[in-house]
């Protein structure tokens, strides 16, 4: 048998699983999302840059991805530190012939359009890192 709830105490308080409201214990939990090494080589880019490797990918599946991948060169930031500059550029360049030879089949479309759609949060998340720090955006 349940006991009832008191006079003055209701019944989401008396069973805070079922909906109520539970104390908050303090624990933080982090959540870090993990990247595959294609994915991991987009490079941090200006924002107006990644602007326009978004547009490219739109229209011509891969092409923003290509440019994309100069930047690299240039000294665009990534999410894989360790690997040499040139891997990364070649990271880059094979994402952008995968776009461009499944195409056909509307996955490389799809996919160069989330590719030019992650390299703009990524520069949005950089400028708010930067303006949070107090630095230069570039």
Known sequence: MDPSPKDG?????????????????????????????????????PFPVAVICLFLNTFVPGLGTFVSAFTVLCGARTDLPDRHMCCVFWLNIAAALIQILTAIVMVGWIMSIFWGMDMVILAISQERRCRAAGGDLH
Do not use: D
């Not at 109520?20 to 870090?32: D, F, I, K, L």
């Open 9 to 45: 105490e209701s019944a989401a308080a008396a069973e805070p699983s079922r909906g109520g409201a539970a104390p908050s214990s303090g624990v933080v939990v982090q959540v870090r999302e993990k990247k595959g090494p294609l994915r991991a080589a987009i490079p941090y880019m």
